[in-house]
């Protein structure tokens, strides 16, 4: 009760526009850093990854190696990703990416873990 009062103070400050830093005598606990909540889609799009050794060109966490870009650094949004799969740039199929048919239900999970890798890329 206490810390709710001190709690409502602090936000009556911040509406003063006072710091309420030093108010907050018993912070609660800070959660722990958001950890990504584990997606089935993009667990099953990992594997998707390793059977079509995506990751032998990619690399296991999609860094990318001397044969192909990082794909953690995309600029390619969902639609792209999948178009990109179903009809690989000529450079891409000529090195040897697969391409995926476009009705393959393995498309959208290679694109969440695309998207995944994208996300979880640390910031620079
Ligand atoms: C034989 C090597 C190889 C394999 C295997 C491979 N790729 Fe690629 N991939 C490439 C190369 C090379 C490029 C770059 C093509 C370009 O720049 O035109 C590329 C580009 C991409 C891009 C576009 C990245 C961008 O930002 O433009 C995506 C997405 C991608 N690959 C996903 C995959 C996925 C998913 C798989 C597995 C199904 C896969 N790749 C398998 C070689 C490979």
Redesign the pocket.
């Known amino acids: 009760m206490r810390s709710f009062l001190l709690t409502a103070g602090c936000f009556a400050g911040v509406l003063l526009a006072a710091s309420c830093r030093h108010a907050v005598v018993d912070p609660a606990p800070q959660p722990p850093p958001a950890t990504p909540t584990p997606d089935p889609l993009v667990a099953r799009g990992q594997s998707?990854?390793i059977a079509?050794?995506?990751?032998?060109?990619?690399g296991p966490h999609?860094e990318g190696t001397d044969?192909?870009?990082?794909?953690t650094?995309?600029?390619?949004d969902a639609v792209?990703?999948a178009q990109?799969?179903e009809k690989?740039?000529?450079?891409?199929r000529?090195?040897?990416?697969?391409s995926?048919p476009a009705d393959s239900p393995?498309i959208q999970l290679?694109?969440a873990?695309?998207l995944s890798l994208k996300r979880g890329r640390p910031a620079p």
């Open positions: 998707r990854f079509y050794k995506c990751h032998e060109c990619h999609g044969d192909a870009p990082d794909l650094g995309t600029h390619l792209e990703i990109f799969l690989p740039s000529a450079h891409a000529s090195v040897g990416m697969p995926i393995d290679l694109v873990f695309v």
